[in-house]
């Protein structure tokens, strides 16, 4: 009920002017760490915050699914796929990179660097299981990703008259190099339907690719485990087919949209949900022991992510 109410008034939030570009997620978690930090958290709320954590949590991937039409993603050609591909893996293999240059927890640096090349929050809760990270890390990441995405939408909505380029290709950079959906959407109003359009397809290019990153992430990191145990010792995020499996019922069409909207509604709240119980699960010493190290991992990853915009659009006049 308190991860509820959280979500609740996040979502209220979300609907104001400038703060509807962060979110319902991010402002969750947000609330969430600032009740955890300045509130006496009742000790008896800990199961229901980590079944919020946890279990929530998934649930709503898997329910995110219904986002994804999967012959919308074929339509456009291959031209998203192969930008997706190219920002997924050069971003990060760059912020493992700058992780190790900055010596930050390796863990956390895959948190960020998923969170930069996917998906933002959603890919971040979908590795981290995988890897598994201290919470802590989780929600450090997480913040990282919200605040960064959101000032660069709001510089990309200050940009967008001075760009040489079309609407489209404004587009097409914005769902190309911006975290969350919601950075997205908000970035590509000023360029209108044709802009967000093209935003929304390539971002979602890159939300289905979390399928295979989660699983290559899982075989990368477990690694030991997997010579010693077998297919046994490698962790399988199950939820992520769930994820899958609810694209695929979306793209047979047969699911009245009024019921996807209702259902990408639950989904909404169940994730906002899991995200307050991450907030309510960390202290701000938590940072403090990390110190600048991830701020800057991450805001340096998405500079680097920035400088392939040129071959991104060169990728979408020559395919």
């Not at 000790?43 to 919020?52: A, H, K, L, V």
């Not at 996917?118 to 990703?145: D, L, M």
């Not at 975290?179 to 093209?198: N, T």
């Not at 907030?279 to 600048?292: A, P, T």
Request: charged share 10%; hydrophobic share 60%; glycine share 8%.
């Amino acid at each position: 009920m308190l991860t509820l109410f959280i979500a609740v008034a996040a979502g209220l939030i979300a609907k104001l002017p400038f703060f509807e570009i962060m979110g319902i997620m991010i402002l969750s978690i947000l609330i969430g760490m600032i009740w955890k930090n300045t509130l006496q958290v009742n000790p008896g709320y800990q199961e229901g915050i980590q079944f919020s954590s946890k279990v929530l949590l998934r649930a709503g991937i898997i329910l995110l699914g219904f986002r994804l039409n999967l012959l919308d993603i074929v339509a456009a050609g291959y031209a998203v796929l192969v930008t997706d591909v190219l920002v997924i893996a050069f971003t990060m293999t760059f912020i493992l990179l700058l992780g190790k240059v900055f010596k930050l927890d390796k863990h956390l640096s895959m948190l960020i660097a998923a969170g930069t090349a996917i998906c933002g929050a959603a890919a971040i809760i979908a590795v981290a299981p995988i890897i598994k990270n201290k919470q802590e890390h989780t929600a450090i990441a997480v913040s990282c990703i919200a605040i960064l995405g959101t000032v660069g939408a709001l510089i990309y909505i200050f940009l967008f008259p001075h760009l040489p380029i079309s609407k489209y290709e404004y587009g097409v950079l914005t769902g190309a190099t911006l975290h969350e959906l919601a950075h997205v959407v908000a970035a590509a109003v000023p360029g209108g339907a044709e802009s967000s359009e093209a935003a929304v397809i390539v971002k979602l290019g890159r939300v289905l690719l979390l399928i295979p990153v989660a699983l290559l992430i899982s075989f990368v990191i477990n690694r030991k485990e997997l010579t010693e145990k077998g297919l046994k010792g490698l962790p399988i995020p199950w939820f992520i087919f769930g994820f899958l499996f609810a694209s695929f019922i979306n793209t047979l069409n047969f699911i009245p949209d009024s019921v996807v909207t209702y259902i990408l509604l639950v989904s909404t709240y169940l994730l906002a949900m899991g995200m307050a119980g991450l907030g309510l699960n960390v202290n701000y010493k938590d940072f403090s022991k990390e110190g600048i190290k991830p701020v800057g991992v991450a805001v340096v990853g998405f500079i680097g992510l920035l400088a392939l915009a040129p071959l991104i659009l060169y990728i979408f006049r020559m395919i």
